[in-house]
């Protein structure tokens, strides 16, 4: 008898330990469950066991269908639990959560009927707070809350200042307005004011404002701005519309007491004067609208907020319609045009500095001025001088200064504003678009005492050079007469050689000197721009010459039939007949870029199997070209040409096959072009077109220059005579 077929995979004497996650509290990774045993194979029709209650010996996952899923997760979480239930109780006691365990109070969502479940599995009450907000996992009915605590919004002066009831019925009429007086893009000016005071004398006590953009991001920025101007409260606000009510019809409590505010006046003195004092231009009383000064106005805000009002108000006045939240930037439109005496700031680099940035530290600086308050609201292209010298200012206390563009004035460019400032200060500008202009100061600024100490120090060197220079000379004239040395000096390397060069080269240089630079420079500049257009004008040539070598080799493989002496005759009415036919039909070949290669001419047969006509559309424009189009294709494919047709956008050519046609045996032609050679000579076509185009303006730029430098060797020879 034959021994049993050993079998595929012989079974290991030691099977390898299981995962060690797969264990429970007791027992060791080495030793394999008791209930990891392979179970004898039953039918298929047999009912499957009911899973069995877990004990301590068993895996944890023994059961869970998926290692990974949310399901498995929580069949863990329970058979953790049940564990924690088989332990033998500790002799040492558990530590509350009000003695030791510093309690998570945090809010949980219990289902309804979640307090007949307060008593565990002991009869005892579980706490109402946890010592940490993982442990509500291990019941199925807690959930953990994490809500964001609500921010309370700071009442406006319009719930501060009137009665409950009051407001209540000013919000109920204001509900029922379908008209409001719509603000500008440049934010609440004169006219809405005035509008609004209209409304008011009208006998109205409401008055709608629609708000617009930029205003309209800070609705709070707007009320504000409305309640200042108008002398009205916002009682209510729906959506970017804000409805004022006049506060001399309206009850207002008597406990009330307006805020203080700043007002700011000129600046002009403490800007043309650096050792002035900052804060003496700002306080001024208005007795207008009945404000307090600025050294009475409260202390809020934190040191920062307060550190920044205190610059700025050191700088000029502010811009009360800025459109975003505080601290405003300052107005530099009432900043004085002209400063008597300002001049571009002395600068420079410390030794081994490049004055240029990096892309590195662009970089830096831009994300550096992104979190920066706006210093100035800028609105004019030119006279800012006022505005440079504030700019300095703050420069000697912050690397870059953040312009704003004001929006709603007209003739606005900032691009023009960047270049004016640029200039007048000597910055560097990081970053120009329609909202914001960024200038950073350099690095080779100087603040006004280090200014002021570096002109110091050359004029103390120039001067130390001066009487060395002196010294030198009493010794050689001492030497010359007790010596009897030669009186020729030499004047190399010494400070009066480069007193002479500052006289003869840099301060006595005359107007007839500086038009010869001038003209020298431009001879040059236009010498050089005619040798570049030369060279243009050469290359192009050699690549038209190359176009000309590509095309003949195109043209050598194309060989145009003979046209055919024995035509047949039409009578006028066929010919009439045959056109309108040719002009009613749908189906037509359509002419490209290529022109006519062998791919048209099948076509064209193609179509004559089935109809004696057929229509070929050109995009054609040229007169010339559509008739030399035309003959072409009545030659090669052996028909009769009915009619040339203008339409809407192209041009449409009637061919008649004749009464004798006969179809060709080959229908490709091989004398014509193919599809790929024809898109080449196309290309190729259109190409030596564009580069004799541009060889004609290449020869007019040089004819023009030759003339300007005629004129200007001209003029260099006048003077030179």
């Known amino acids: 008898m034959a021994p049993p077929p050993l079998p595929l995979f012989s079974p290991s004497p030691k099977q390898p330990p299981p995962q060690p996650w797969l264990h429970g509290p007791n027992i060791p990774a080495s030793v394999t469950p008791p209930d990891h045993i392979e179970a004898p194979s039953k039918p298929q029709n047999d009912p499957k066991p009911q899973r069995k209650s877990s ?20 069949g863990i979480i329970r058979r953790v639990r049940s564990l924690e239930l088989s332990d033998p109780p500790n002799t040492k006691p558990r530590p509350t959560a009000s003695s030791s365990t510093i309690p998570f109070n945090l809010p949980i969502d219990r289902p309804q009927g979640g307090h007949e479940e307060e008593r565990g599995r002991n009869g005892k009450e579980r706490p109402t707070s946890r010592a940490v907000p993982w442990s509500a996992a291990r019941d199925k ?42 603000a500008k893009k440049a934010g609440v000016t004169d006219e809405v004011v005035e509008d609004v005071r209209r409304e008011w004398s009208s006998g109205q006590e409401l008055a709608g404002v ?4 930029p205003l309209r991001r800070c609705m709070d920025r707007a009320r504000e701005i409305l309640e200042t101007k108008s002398g009205g409260l916002v009682v209510w606000t729906k959506g970017d519309i804000h409805f004022v009510a006049n506060i001399q019809k309206v009850p207002v409590l008597k406990c009330t007491i307006p805020e203080p505010q700043r007002t700011y006046g000129s600046i002009s003195e403490s800007l043309s004067n650096g050792n002035g004092d900052a804060h003496g231009a700002f306080r001024e009383i208005d007795q207008s609208i009945g404000v307090h000064t600025y050294e009475e106005a409260p202390i809020e805000g934190t040191l920062y907020e307060r550190e920044v009002n205190r610059l700025l108000d050191s700088l000029g006045p502010r811009f009360i319609d800025w459109w975003w939240n505080t601290p405003l930037p300052v107005d530099a439109d009432l900043l004085p045009q002209v400063v008597p005496g300002y001049k571009t700031p002395f600068r420079q680099c410390p030794p081994g500095v490049r004055p240029t940035l990096a892309d590195g530290e662009l970089t830096y600086l831009r994300k550096l001025a992104h979190p920066l308050p706006t210093h100035f609201a800028l609105g004019e292209n030119t006279k800012l001088q006022g505005l440079a010298a504030a700019i300095l200012k703050l420069w000697e206390k912050s690397l870059i200064a953040k312009i704003a563009v004001k929006v709603g004035i007209q003739n606005t460019s900032n691009e023009q504003m960047a270049w004016n400032l640029k200039h007048l200060t000597g910055g560097t500008i990081i970053l120009r678009n329609k909202a914001f202009i960024i200038l950073y100061r350099g690095k080779d600024f100087l603040p006004g005492g280090v200014k002021r100490s570096v002109i110091e120090q050359e004029a103390r060197v120039d001067a130390q050079h001066v009487k060395e220079e002196e010294a030198r ?7 010359q007469i007790y010596a009897g040395l030669p009186s020729e000096e030499s004047s190399v390397g010494t400070f009066r050689e480069y007193q002479d060069f500052q006289v003869n080269h840099v301060h006595e240089t005359t107007e007839n000197n500086q038009a ?15 040798k570049d257009q030369e060279r243009r004008l050469f290359t192009l040539t050699k690549k038209i010459e190359r176009s000309n070598q590509a095309l003949a080799k195109l043209h050598s493989s194309w060989n145009p039939s003979e046209p055919s002496s024995d035509k047949e005759l039409l009578t006028e009415e066929e010919m009439m007949i045959f056109r309108k036919i040719g002009l009613k039909m749908d189906e037509h070949v359509l002419l490209g870029r290529r022109g006519i290669f062998d791919g048209v001419i099948e076509e064209i047969h193609q179509h004559w199997k089935h109809k004696e006509i057929v229509k070929v559309i050109t995009k054609q424009t040229r007169a010339y070209q559509i008739t030399y189009t035309s003959m072409l294709l009545e030659v090669e494919t052996g028909g009769m040409l009915i009619a040339t047709q203008k339409l809407t956008n192209s041009h449409a050519i009637i061919l008649y096959r004749g009464k004798n046609y006969r179809r060709p045996t080959k229908s490709e032609p091989s004398n014509l072009l193919t599809k790929r050679e024809a898109l080449r000579r196309s290309i190729e076509v259109q190409r030596r077109g564009s580069m004799k185009y541009y060889v004609w303006e290449r020869q007019k730029s040089i004819e023009e220059l030759n003339w300007r430098l005629a004129n200007v060797t001209m003029k260099i020879r006048k003077l030179t005579q």
């Open 55 to 74: 004990s301590s010996s068993n895996p944890l996952t023994a059961g869970v269908p998926g290692g990974r899923t949310r399901r498995a997760v929580l």
């Open 141 to 182: 009915d807690l959930k953990v809350a994490l809500r964001r605590e609500k921010k309370v919004p700071e009442p406006t002066p319009a719930e501060r200042v009137l009665e409950a009831a009051e407001l209540e019925r000013l919000r109920r009429a204001a509900r029922g307005m379908d008209k409001w007086v719509r």
């Open 210 to 213: 629609r708000v617009v953009e």
């Open 473 to 479: 000379l009493t010794v050689i004239d001492s030497l």
């Open 516 to 530: 010869m630079i001038e003209l020298e420079a431009e001879k040059h500049r236009l010498e050089k721009e005619l």
